[in-house]
């Protein structure tokens, strides 16, 4: 059974940084493309970036050039660093894996003075 548990969410100020980590079990995250998406509180679930197996990248305009995705095979773990962040970056953090359709319960991501 394929379990997603995302982890590293927090409350920050406007303009600082996190790490989201994503650690998946009973998959091997290698050969799937995997994908960070965010709810906004009252808001649907939007897509925010995706890695494929040989580590290519895409990204939402809202985040491209702030976010990065990286993964990490040995540790079978994908991330989300997150640099210069918004108030409207709050919401709850999740990771998929697009091939199973798995989703993690999420992370809370809190951005405020």
């Known amino acids: 059974q394929v379990q997603l548990v995302e982890s590293g969410g927090g409350l920050v100020q406007p303009g600082e940084s996190l790490r989201l980590s994503c650690a998946a079990s009973g998959t091997n995250i290698r050969f799937s493309r995997m994908a960070w998406y965010r709810q906004a509180p009252g808001k649907e679930r939007e897509f925010l970036a995706n890695?494929?197996?040989?580590?290519?990248?895409y990204y939402a305009d809202s985040v491209k050039s702030r976010f990065t995705i990286s993964r990490d095979n040995a540790k079978n773990t994908v991330y989300l660093q997150m640099n210069s962040l918004k108030p409207e970056d709050t919401g709850v953090y999740f990771c998929q894996q697009q091939i199973t359709q798995t989703w993690g319960q999420g992370t809370q991501v809190t951005v405020s003075s």
């Open positions: 890695i494929d197996s040989v580590g290519s990248t």
